[in-house]
């Protein structure tokens, strides 16, 4: 069992969370978009000790000024002005060194166990590349003598491509390392809003006695993007928005809403409870899957004011495809807390922004006194946002001010945006976050084995009963909130999605 996030007390910066990183994929779009900026963020801020070492590995011939010159092009590109300072720029680049390595033959591996040798700090092997040569990479460590008791590894989704693939990928990290030492990412839970999910759900007595069915009617979690396919459309079109979103990003905030309160903050703990909830999610079967699931793709619209391609006129597109770049359910977590509270889930690429929140929203009052015109009125609501602007609000009930109001009623929101509440730290990026916790060894912010693999049993049902019934995506336009169909889908259960962006 890992440390408890609880006992975190320790100064961070302290020399125990020094490690050497090997980053494979150094040179790839994450390495150089999120892990060297957050890596940068975190030595900035005296959280990275003096001595941690970081060596990027890639296939490209390179040596150590050029790899450094890479990264500090990149970093120059994404950090803010006032983010940017010489003597942090110049620390922080000076730790890198450089390998060209093939990372599926074993040759050239040994450079590996040479970089290492003599090392006191633990090694953090990040494997920033496809995961089907996860296995490879492990193998090649740990033949080549690279790896010992304390070395974890970290994987990006997505593992695999279905429970089966999924499965064999698990297999191969896990004959070299055991699951204590295997970090998966979901960057959704480096969110600071999804952290505070834990603290609000658990720390407010307010909210832990009225979280279930018996107090909430139903939840919503939105996950919209304004971008397309960025240059991506390969590796979209394989895997579609339920692989790329729902099968993780969005079904962790559903365990996270929905789980029971972990006996305590260790990672097992909370993860215990995660599996739970996706064990209990309901199967879409016969008539649900054409009533409660919406698949859509885009069709060219506007974004921001401008003319965008549709699904199948992106660069290198099939034109044939049927790949949903849009998704909108209804499902439900089939248990005493929730059982009859409906989840709806929607995930989409070109919406018209990029919002990523969750609505939790409460049962009217028993017994109703106020103007009966005004019974339609929305009870409470808890809007937890996560993107853009990281927030949470509570929409409560309030006169109306004026006299000549009377007992008039108005939904207002208490307001708390992080940015405001707390003005003078900085939100850190996802990744900050998720690469602290591994410096520290925690894994309550990573997603175990069994979480991945329900999920995608969870996912395949759906899946396979798509390709039974071969229905085509409906179209919506870019720009848009997706197809008319997952707005009548909550309608008809006499409900709107959430809209006050
Ligand atoms: C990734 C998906 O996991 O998450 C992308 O593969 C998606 O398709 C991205 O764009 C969204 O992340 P965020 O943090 O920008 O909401």
């Known amino acids: 069992m890992s440390p408890s996030p609880a006992s975190q007390g320790a100064p961070l910066g302290d020399l125990q969370n020094a490690i050497d990183l090997a980053l494979f994929g150094a040179l790839g779009d994450l390495a150089m978009r999120k892990l060297f900026p957050a890596l940068y963020h975190l030595d900035r801020e005296g959280l990275m000790p003096e001595s941690t070492r970081i060596l990027g590995l890639a296939r490209h011939e390179h040596d150590v000024a050029e790899f450094r010159q890479l990264v500090n092009s990149a970093l120059q590109k994404r950090l803010k002005k006032d983010e940017q300072d010489k003597e942090s720029l110049t620390r922080f680049l000076n730790r890198l060194d450089y390998l ?33 040569i996860y296995g490879d990479i492990c193998r090649n460590l740990q033949a080549s003598g690279s790896l010992d008791d304390a070395t974890r590894v970290v994987v990006e989704k997505p593992i695999g491509f279905d429970l089966a693939s999924s499965e064999e990928i698990n297999d191969a990290i896990g004959d070299v390392f055991p699951e204590s030492r295997i970090y998966r990412i979901d960057h959704y839970l480096g969110k600071e809003t999804v952290q505070n999910l834990i603290a609000l ?61 972990p006996s305590n903050l260790d990672a097992d703990a909370i993860r215990d409870e995660k599996v739970k909830v996706l064990k209990a999610l309901k199967p879409f079967t016969g008539e649900a899957l054409g009533r409660d699931v919406v698949r859509g793709q885009y069709m060219a619209g506007t974004s921001d004011g401008q003319q965008v391609p549709g699904y199948l006129e992106e660069e290198g597109a099939n034109t044939e495809s049927q790949t949903e770049t849009f998704v909108a359910m209804k499902t439900e977590v089939a248990n005493w807390r929730w059982a009859g509270v409906p989840f ?10 990029k919002l990523s929140q969750i609505v939790i929203h409460f049962r009217q009052q028993p017994h109703y006194i106020f103007d009966p015109d005004q019974r339609g009125i929305a009870a409470n609501k808890l809007i937890i946002r996560l993107q853009p602007e990281e927030g949470i609000a509570l929409q409560v009930l309030t006169k109306d001010s004026g006299l000549d109001k009377g007992m008039r009623l108005r939904p207002g929101p208490l307001h708390l945006d992080f940015n405001n509440a707390f003005p003078k730290s900085r939100i850190p990026d996802a990744y900050e976050r998720l690469l602290l916790e591994v410096m520290k060894g925690q894994q309550y912010l990573f997603v175990r084995r069994d979480e991945v693999e329900h999920a995608w049993r969870w996912c395949d049902q759906l899946i396979d009963g798509w390709n039974a019934r071969e229905t085509p995506p409906r179209r919506y336009p870019a720009g848009s909130w997706g197809p008319v169909a997952s707005i009548a889908m909550i309608t008809q259960d006499g409900r709107s999605w959430y809209e006050d962006y």
């Open 201 to 261: 759900r658990f720390a407010n007595p307010l909210f832990g006695t009225q979280w279930n069915q018996n107090h909430i009617s139903h939840v919503e979690i939105t996950v919209a993007e304004k971008v397309g396919i960025e240059g991506r459309w390969g590796y979209f079109d394989e895997a579609g928005q339920l692989r790329d979103m729902v099968q993780n990003h969005l079904l962790q905030l559903l365990c996270l809403i929905a789980m029971d309160p």
């Open 344 to 353: 709806y889930l929607r995930t989409g690429k070109r919406m018209p922004e």
């Open 100 to 132: 060209k390595l093939d990372f599926t033959s074993f040759e050239g591996f040994d450079a590996v166990r040479q970089w290492r040798e003599g090392s006191p700090r633990p090694m953090v092997v990040y494997l920033s590349v496809g995961a089907k």
